[in-house]
């Protein structure tokens, strides 16, 4: 009966288990104490014996709830017995005290049914049969059955020191789990969680919860009452497995390996031995037998690859002796094998190309359209080409051109905007009209107020240079032209020297002031009372001509206001002054003699002197430097720098020049401007090397004339190609740096008559303004 | 497009200075058509100003500019939105002056004065010649002054009856002036003024105070009395001491001499031109090759202030309305200068268009907006000084009408080349009310334009 009973319990237990359980501690921990002792003992008795007759027929799919509802059970009196809450042994079970009693019932065995079946082996001894584990479901799965202690019959006490509070069957910690503070539980016993018991879990050592209806159900049990209401103590029985069409084929057995699992089959060794004898008989052949023509082949294979003398090439690096081999352009959409149709040729084009030489077609082949690439013939000239290509490569000689990618305009020395150099003359502001013929020289005077001019009408004229208007014409003569105005370089009083044919007047201009008239007068003719020509006398005797004589002007002459008439015997073509205005010189290229070619004058006294006895070259034009007793004297090709004081040659230039026309010297005194018949204009930089310092070549035609600004950093040229052309000229004094020249301004004007454009140019003393006079007659300032 | 923009409106705000032509105050903005041209607009004010038949032509300044085309067309070009309301500023047109004389002369005219009043207006030219003349409106001949022996540079009247030259060869003198029958006049000498040593380039009369001002290529400024009791003695130095001209005329007597009250030297190269402050008598402008314009107070014989600008000033003339002053300089410009003290920059305006140095300048009598220059470029041209442009740097304004000798406008018409016409290089220009535009030049004349 009791077995029965406990049978049909325990599938009872199965389900509804909660709300017993909640109604025995309701029953339990508040209220109940009297039900629960009156519950007490014959319980006990009764379960005794239902654990032993159950644990008998425990199967091992049952043995968890039975377990359960033992170590509840085994609580549940712990509680009636202490009422406190209290870890309790499991090992306090009465199976296990059958266990320590020395006989040792395999099927008694507590923990893990679950895991193995425990049978008894050959020797008596258990064996345990392990449930083979499904790989996919680990111990760290959470579908994992909840760890279980395995410390058997040691009380939970031997554990106090640790914080563990056990082992679970892999061997692993169980941890104690954490508990509360007094006053944490304290609290929970207040706010009493749903499912509060009181319980530990012994094999968690957590508190055990148990919901209402468990704990009914546990209640009921323990009554012997039917655990619910639904309850069917008497089910039908359900045929799982027996009856008819239930009989189950077990899937798996234990049995052993068959042997033929691991034995050799012997059917497969016959037919391996089949082949075998084949092979050994020679009916079978291993490899195939090569041809002659594969043979061959692979010959001519391997001849190839002999000549590929590229084949192990390794990139080397740039070096003029290794030159990689150019690269073929890319093939276009004509050498496609389906062109689009507008590369393909038409029949003339066709025609065309068949018609030329092989040598002349632009390229050596026509584009053919093929619908697909396999009906695509061989390529005919592939041979040839390659041929060709290695020709190429083999005998062209390859250089290497380093591209320049200069941008042009970098090459151009950096010269500042000519807009930042301001001012220079850019425009025509007056006209001095009145020449007829070629006006040939040009001076202002030192005011900057005058202009003076002398052309091949054989007349000076001298205007107002703010205004255009002429204040005097002085004709000099009527055959002759006038070839130097030069103005005495001191203010005051103002005296203009004017060359014409083979003498040299000295033109008071009878504008200016009565005082400095006198003055002029009493300069020029100071020189009569002071030194009386004294003839000197040839080796034979006889009055060697003097070859300048100073004298009175004729009256036709002094009516015009001319002072004093200095008589050459050949036509000057230069007359310099020096700073000072005392002398000058005069340079008369066509002389006869080299001797008096050059002379310098002195106007104080009225003596003349011939300096240069001999000389190599054609005399062309002179200098005084503006600070230093230097004179600079150009014949046709060089320019002499001679020390006055000393007497002697200081340096000689080589302009490289074929024929020098003008000299200009820089105020400063260091910087002397070369212009010459053969459309150079040299700069040169007396500090520097005799060859000049740069030569500028911008004009057509033969320089004439060439002038530096007296106070601005200015320098101009004139020249028979019509044009005047002004520049930039910066000398920096310290001579750390070179002479800055820019090309400012080309001013066109003037027409060219006969071959000649403009003769003269000349710049104001302080304006950036400039006068030129032209072969047309006209005179011109710029502004 | 065109008919959108034909029907398209703007408000314009209009505005005048000048008080006769004050439009009714409670008039608004008004919307008018952009097709609307200056006619259009002037027609409108007119009808504001309720002038009946009488119409003034009138000119219209948008920003500064003046309306040359239709409204449209000026907001395209200048990029204005239609939507803002248009400030416009109206002023009394301009007429293009026309010529009306020219009186011929035998050498190259360098200056012309005018004095003029309702009854009579006599105009004074002074040659290159070294005459000076006097002439009717009817380009009569009235009189002529000899005496200097070098060019006439400046010729100026002091009053209906008193006139002032300076000529090439370093004096000035004072001529009577006197109509004595209809047809002729006479001129003679009155005083000759020594003091300067080179060509006296130009003179400025102050008639209430009789001072007048000479400006010299011996870089000084001379003060002098236009009194004879007033001015001290010449130097006898300076005085010639054989004149040619006398010997031969034994007739007349020797005209008197006279120094200069004073020389103040400052200008490092020769003085140009030389002009009174109009507001104050005791201030005086000059300038100088020196590329300066200095100012001058008279009462000390001091040198005040000095502008320093980029290049030789040929010619001034002092707006005492916009307290500047206008310098013509050698190179193609007109700078507007602005000599209070208080001024930061040299240069207050450019007025640019001239091809050449300016030699001359005229204020306009009846406006302070305007001024006339005469140029070695061959024109005169009037500038407006409303009519401004801003350009990256500076303060721009262009000529309003330009004045071409007349024969230049001969050449053009005919066809001859410019080159046979020869110089036509202006040297001297005045305005005046009554006269209108006088100028002489390099080709003999004197040519009289009026705005009619």
Known sequence: MAQQRAGQKRKVVEIPLAEQVEDNVLGNGEFDEELAEDDGSDEDEEFDEDDVEEDEELDSDEEPLSEDGEDVRQQLRDVKTSSSVEIVDTDKDPDTDLATNGTYTPEKRPADLSNYDISVDANGNPRYIYKDIEPNYDTDDSDAPITKNTIGNIPLSYYDAYPHIGYDVNGRRIQRPAKGAALDSLLDSIDIPAGWTGLTDPATGKPLNLSREELEVLKKLSRNETPGDGYDPYPDMVEYFTGKGMEEVMPLSAAPEPKRRFVPSMHEHKRVMKIVKAIKEGRIKPHKEPTAEDLENEEQAQEYAQYDVWANEVPRPDHAMNMPAPKLPPPGYEESYHPPPEYLPDKHQQDEWEKQDEEDRTRDFLPKDHSALRKVPGYAKFVKEKFERCLDLYLAPRVRRSKLNIDPESLLPKLPDPAELRPFPDHRSIEYLGHKGRVRTIAIDPTGEYLATGGDDGTVRIWELGTGHILQKVRLSTTDPVNIVSWRPVASPPILAACCADSVHFIVPKDSATVAQSEAHTLLTAGFSSAPAIPTKSATGVDKPNPSSWHTPIPAHASQ????????????????????????????????????????????????????????????????????????????????????????????????????????????????????????????????????????????????????????????????????????????????????????????????????????????????????????GVVRLWA | MSSASATAQVKIQLQTKSPELQIPKEIGPILVRTGFKRLQLSQLVNTLLENGENHIPLQFLINGQYLKTTIDDFLTQNGISAETTLSVEYVKALIPPQTIASYEHDDWVSSVDVFSSPQQSRILSGSFDGLIRVWGMSSDLLATGTGHSSAVKSAKFISPTQVVSSSGDRTLRLWKYEDSDIGTASLTPTLELYGHNASVDNVAVHAPSSRMLSASADHTVGIWSTRKSDAPAAQEELIPVSNKRRKITPTAKPTATRGPLTLMSGHASQVAEVCFDETYATIAYSVSWDHTLKTWDLATSKCVDTRTTPQSLWSVCHLPEKSLVAAGTALKHITLIDPRVSAQTVSAMTLRGHTNAIVSMARDPNSSHQILSGSYDGTCRIWDLRSVRNDASERIGESVFIIERDAVRQAKKLGTRREDIGGVKVFGVAWDAEVGMVSGAEDKRVQIDRQT
Not at chain 1, 702 to 725: E, K, M, N, T, W
């Open chain 1, 561 to 776: 206001s001319i002072s004093l008439t200095l008589s050459l015997r050949s036509t000057p073509k230069t007359l310099t002054w020096h700073r000072r205005g005392t002398y000058f010189a005069t340079v008369c290229p066509s002389s006869s003699s080299p001797s008096t070619a050059i002379a310098i004058h002195a106007l104080p006294t009225h003596t003349s002197q011939h300096p240069f006895k001999r000389l190599k070259g054609l005399p062309q034009t002179a200098l005084f430097h503006p600070s230093q007793p230097k004179f600079f004297l150009a014949t046709r090709q060089r320019v002499r720098i001679y020390d006055l004081q000393a007497g002697k040659l200081v340096r000689e230039l080589l302009p490289g020049a074929r024929w020098i026309s003008s000299l200009s010297l820089h105020p400063g005194g260091n910087n002397l401007l070369i212009g010459s018949y053969d459309r150079k204009l040299l700069w040169h930089d007396l500090e520097l090397a005799p060859t000049p310092y740069k030569t500028l070549r911008y004009h057509t035609r033969a320089i004439r004339d060439v002038a530096f600004h007296p106070s601005l950093p200015l320098f101009a040229d004139a020249s028979d190609d019509g044009s005047v052309q002004v520049f930039h000229g910066k000398v920096v004094e310290d001579g750390f740096e070179n002479a800055t020249i820019v090309p400012l301004k080309v001013l066109k004007g003037h027409k060219v008559r006969g071959e000649l454009g403009v003769l003269g140019v000349a710049w104001h003393p302080r304006e950036a303004m400039c006068v030129s006079c032209g072969a047309d």
